[in-house]
């Protein structure tokens, strides 16, 4: 089971989920990060977020579809602190859940 005390905030872009970040009064616990997202790429939204003396230190969990080797790779340079693969159903939750209980107290 998903955790149902915490707050969900969407974004749809790299650029919409850079504006909620930097207005907001309190910044997340964890970013799930999409790779393929409409307008900037998921890449460049992380590095933007690495780039950001506010935001740097922020935990991002990457989600993607790829099983290229070298998009698992580009994405750990970008920053990501680890990757998911968006999998059908119970295991993406398992995952979800295991990452949650890593990374959130």
């Known amino acids: 089971m998903i955790r149902s005390d915490l707050t969900v905030i969407e974004a749809f ?3 919409a989920g850079l504006a909620v970040l930097r ?3 309190a910044l ?17 939204t992380l590095r933007k977020i690495r780039a950001d003396i506010h935001l740097k230190d922020l935990v991002v969990v990457v989600l993607t579809s ?9 994405a750990y340079k970008a920053g990501a602190n680890t990757v998911l693969f968006k999998t059908v159903g119970l295991q993406l939750r398992r995952d979800l ?7 959130i107290a």
Do not use: H, R, Y
Request: proline share 5%; glycine share 10%; net charge negative.
């Open 13 to 15: 872009s790299g650029e």
């Open 23 to 25: 207005s907001a009064a």
């Open 28 to 44: 997340p616990q964890l970013i799930l990060l999409d790779l393929k997202t409409t307008g900037m790429s998921g890449f460049d």
């Open 66 to 74: 790829s099983s290229m080797p070298s998009d698992i790779e580009k």
């Open 97 to 103: 859940n295991q990452v949650l209980g890593e990374w």
